[in-house]
Nanobody
Framework: QVQLVESGGGLVQAGGSLRLSCAAS????????EGWFRQAPGKQRELVAV???????NYADSVKGRFTISRDNAKNTLYLQMNSLKPEDTAVYYC??????????WGQGTQVTVSS
């Protein structure tokens, strides 16, 4: 059972930056998707940024130009660099890995709070 552990969340002022990390407990061979999602209070979980199969990236319109997804395969770690943070970015951020078999792994989430 693969475990995903997020870190890097915290409290930051608007305009600040954070980098989230998602470390996998083991190497995941050929995932068909790796990405970040977030869920604000009272709202549904939404896609923030993902690597799709083939390495292409997709971003939510609300974070384009501010957030960057990246990964270090040697460290089995996925990252989300978040710049120019806004209060509306406040949410619990989750990483997710999906396999071609249909199995989906979620991390436990890390809280990001942006103060105005």
């Amino acid at each position: 059972q693969v475990q995903l552990v997020e870190s890097g969340g915290g409290l930051v002022q608007a305009g600040g930056s954070l980098r989230l990390s998602c470390a996998a407990s083991e190497s995941i061979a050929s995932p068909n998707g790796e990405g970040w999602f977030r869920q604000a209070p009272g709202k549904q979980r939404e896609l923030v940024a993902v690597f799709a199969s083939g390495g292409s990236t997709n971003y939510a319109d609300s974070v384009k130009g501010r957030f960057t997804i990246s990964r270090d395969n040697a460290k089995n770690t996925l990252y989300l660099q978040m710049n120019s943070l806004k209060p509306e970015d406040t949410a619990v951020y989750y990483c997710r890995v999906t396999l071609w078999s249909g199995v989906i792994y979620w991390g436990q989430g890390t809280q990001v709070t942006v103060s105005s």
